[in-house]
């Protein structure tokens, strides 16, 4: 496989937009159609539209594209330029005034890092038109372009983390996994090596730095799943994200997983739901790995 991204998995494509100044971005996955998408959220402060909407049951199952975004509730607005450039195409849900684009965000908080200006819905729109099947850029673009994580033992001891990604193949199917990494906690590979610092196992008697964060996955695979099935590859989802974040899933994150189904490839669950467990901690690892400085945070190597 020589791309190891989520671009691998056919049809998936990936656009950003970035402000360095700014430090804040937009990335956008358009999916190939007809897809299934879920979603679950076990940080404590998600922000987040058109998510119920994934919920087993409801009358809605393909979407066109998963929008993620710095800029906290205020990013929200970029799913608007998205879905007036998917009606230009005429992709959307079908009714009788023509097709409603179905756009599922999330948003992460960067507001702490660089000029504080959050992305708008034309900022959506560039992401999106810069979607592409190539290899995703990684690090601190689109939405990483603000994200940090480590920041638990205080503001002194954050750093940089970004975009991440990883492929993987399942038999004759493709899994593929994209981060936005804004975390709390530390970095911990599935060694135990401290990729961030702190000693493994240190449990904070009080939050020092930032209380707003919030990492944000994207999964998606060319099997044929169904909805309850996506279920329990989000539950792997959240364990690789709880084995290498320390601390996870706190009440300052929003930490959310999006799964998709867009294909129809045969492949067995369990080897599908390890193969998840580990592209979702490489893609993490990733996300700090290929970050640079931005707005005077620095990446990790470059104390």
Same mark, same amino acid.
């Given at each position: 496989?020589?791309?190891?991204?989520?671009?691998?998995?056919?049809?998936?494509?990936?656009?950003?937009?970035?402000?360095?100044?700014?430090?804040?971005?937009?990335?956008?996955?358009?999916?190939?159609?007809?897809?299934?998408?879920?979603?679950?959220?076990?940080?404590?402060?998600?922000?987040?539209?058109?998510?119920?909407?994934?919920?087993?049951?409801?009358?809605?199952?393909?979407?066109? =594209?998963?929008?993620?975004?710095?800029?906290?509730? &205020?990013?929200?607005?970029?799913?608007?330029?998205?879905?007036?450039?998917?009606?230009?195409?005429? +992709?959307?849900?079908?009714?009788?005034?023509?097709?409603?684009?179905?756009?599922?965000?999330?948003?992460?908080?960067?507001?702490?890092?660089?000029?504080?200006?959050?992305?708008?819905?034309?900022?959506?729109?560039?992401?999106? +038109?810069?979607? %592409?099947?190539?290899?995703?850029?990684?690090?601190?673009?689109?939405?990483?372009?603000?994200?940090?994580?480590?920041?638990?033992?205080?503001?002194?001891?954050?750093?940089?983390?970004?975009?991440?990604?990883?492929?993987?193949?399942?038999?004759?199917?493709?899994?593929?996994?994209?981060?936005?990494?804004?975390?709390?906690?530390?970095?911990?590979?599935?060694?135990?090596?401290?990729?961030?610092?702190?000693?493994?196992?240190?449990?904070?008697?009080?939050?020092?730095?930032? +209380?707003?964060?919030?990492?944000?996955?994207?999964?998606?695979?060319?099997?044929?799943?169904?909805?309850?099935?996506?279920?329990?590859?989000?539950?792997? %989802?959240?364990? =690789?994200?709880?084995?290498?974040?320390?601390?996870?899933?706190? +009440?300052?994150?929003?930490?959310?997983? &999006?799964?998709?189904?867009?294909?129809?490839?045969?492949?067995?669950?369990?080897?599908?739901?390890?193969?998840?467990?580990?592209?979702?901690?490489?893609?993490?690892?990733?996300?700090?790995?290929?970050?640079?400085?931005?707005?005077?945070?620095?990446?990790?190597?470059?104390?």
């Amino acid at each position: 496989m020589t791309n190891s991204t989520i671009t691998a998995v056919p049809g998936v494509e990936v656009g950003h937009w970035t402000d360095l100044d700014a430090a804040t971005g937009v990335t956008v996955v358009s999916l190939p159609e007809p897809n299934r998408v879920v979603c679950e959220a076990r940080g404590g402060a998600p922000g987040t539209r058109e998510t119920a909407l994934l919920a087993p049951g409801m009358k809605v199952e393909t979407v066109q =594209a998963i929008v993620l975004s710095g800029g906290s509730a &205020f990013g929200l607005a970029s799913a608007d330029g998205v879905m007036r450039e998917l009606a230009a195409e005429g +992709r959307g849900h079908p009714t009788p005034a023509g097709p409603v684009p179905i756009v599922p965000t999330a948003i992460l908080y960067d507001l702490i890092v660089g000029a504080a200006q959050p992305p708008d819905a034309d900022a959506g729109a560039a992401a999106y +038109r810069a979607c %592409s099947p190539e290899p995703v850029v990684l690090g601190s673009v689109g939405a990483g372009t603000g994200a940090t994580v480590a920041k638990w033992r205080g503001f002194e001891e954050m750093r940089k983390a970004g975009i991440g990604s990883a492929a993987i193949s399942v038999g004759d199917a493709t899994l593929g996994v994209l981060v936005a990494l804004n975390a709390v906690g530390d970095v911990i590979d599935l060694d135990g090596k401290q990729i961030t610092g702190g000693p493994a196992g240190e449990r904070p008697p009080a939050f020092q730095g930032s +209380r707003e964060n919030t990492t944000l996955i994207v999964v998606a695979t060319d099997a044929d799943l169904t909805k309850s099935d996506l279920l329990r590859l989000s539950v792997r %989802s959240h364990d =690789a994200l709880a084995a290498t974040l320390r601390p996870a899933h706190t +009440r300052y994150d929003g930490d959310i997983v &999006f799964v998709v189904s867009c294909g129809e490839e045969a492949a067995d669950q369990d080897l599908l739901g390890e193969s998840t467990f580990d592209g979702v901690a490489r893609a993490i690892i990733s996300a700090v790995v290929a970050a640079r400085p931005v707005a005077g945070v620095p990446a990790v190597g470059d104390d």
